[in-house]
């Protein structure tokens, strides 16, 4: 059960076999993420990131959900881009979404903690590069592709809390949960790299 599942997330923490570092207690930092337990395609925020695949022509999972709700007018614009590479990220508008952005960054189907980190940091200089200052990710390559739930969460909390505090500008970062899995590991892990005491 869940608490279970806690209870193991803390002790692996503990020992140190899951590797998180000590980071510096920051409530303004900590204040600037959150996380929501969700479709991704209901935020009002100024950008919602898909877990795309690199042809960028829709999908299933998020991929599938994002092209549904923004209705053709998205794949129409995703087809003049000609894909994207592994670790990479583009950006296309939200049409029907409540969000204004899109960006489509495509993660590694072989497990490299390089290649994610690369997704999070391209999708967040996209965020920069536009003037968007409110963005949600989904657990990118954490369904069908398969990447390690824990590994990915650390990924994507470290590359988050390193950029935001170079980047004033980014005022909301959203970790959108989707699996139950993920919520325990996100609850968990946002305590150890965002602390607030
Ligand atoms: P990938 O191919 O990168 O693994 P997936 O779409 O298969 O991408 O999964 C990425 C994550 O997105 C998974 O945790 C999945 O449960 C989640 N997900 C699926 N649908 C949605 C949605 N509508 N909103 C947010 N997250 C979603």
Redesign the pocket.
Known sequence: NSDQLRNQLDARLKQGSLDVEEFTVDPDLAKRVSIFD????GLFVDAIVN???SRLLG????????HR?AGPSLLEECKTLKGCPTGDAKITGGYKLPAKYVIHT??P?DGSDMDLRSCYEKSLQLCIEHDIHSVAF??????????P?ERASIIATTTVRKFLQDNPSIERVIF????EV?VKIYQNILQKVFPVN
């Open positions: 969700g479709d991704i395609t877990a795309a695949n999908g299933g999972g998020v991929d599938g959900a994002i709700a495509v993660g189907q989904p657990c990118i390559s954490t369904g069908v592709y398969g990447f739930h959108c949960v989707f699996q993920d």
